[in-house]
Nanobody
Framework: QVQLVESGGGSVQAGGSLRLSCAASEDTYSTMGWFRQGPGNEREGIAAIVAGYVTLYADSVKGRFTISQDNAKKMVYLQMNSLKPEDSGTYYC???????????????????WGQGTQVTVSS
């Protein structure tokens, strides 16, 4: 069972940047994703990386967020720039042993989840 641990959350002013990290206990996943859940909202897909090179982004974060991974370190990152108050929420890392070429932003397709890290963006 793959275990995921997120880190890097925090509080930042609008326009600022944060880098989230996700440490995986194994490197046998095929797709890794980042998801966000605000108070009273459903969990939404933000970014995903498939087979280590195909990236998917939600329209709301395109051009501002970048997902990347380092297989040697079993790490996945989410660089978040130009943050907005609406980016606030709990961010989760997730993994699945499937290539989700077009469904990488669908939370229901993932089988392993981290515990989440909080991001707060103030205006």
């Amino acid at each position: 069972q793959v275990q995921l641990v997120e880190s890097g959350g925090g509080s930042v002013q609008a326009g600022g940047s944060l880098r989230l990290s996700c440490a995986a206990s194994e490197d046998t996943y095929s797709t890794m994703g980042w998801f966000r859940q605000g108070p009273g909202n459903e969990r939404e897909g933000i970014a995903a990386i498939v087979a280590g090179y195909v990236t998917l982004y939600a329209d709301s974060v395109k051009g501002r967020f970048t997902i990347s991974q380092d297989n040697a370190k079993k790490m996945v990152y989410l660089q978040m720039n130009s943050l907005k108050p609406e980016d606030s929420g709990t961010y989760y890392c997730a993994a699945v042993r499937l290539w989700l070429w077009s469904a990488g932003l669908s939370p229901s397709r993932y089988t392993v989840w981290g515990q989440g890290t909080q991001v707060t963006v103030s205006s």
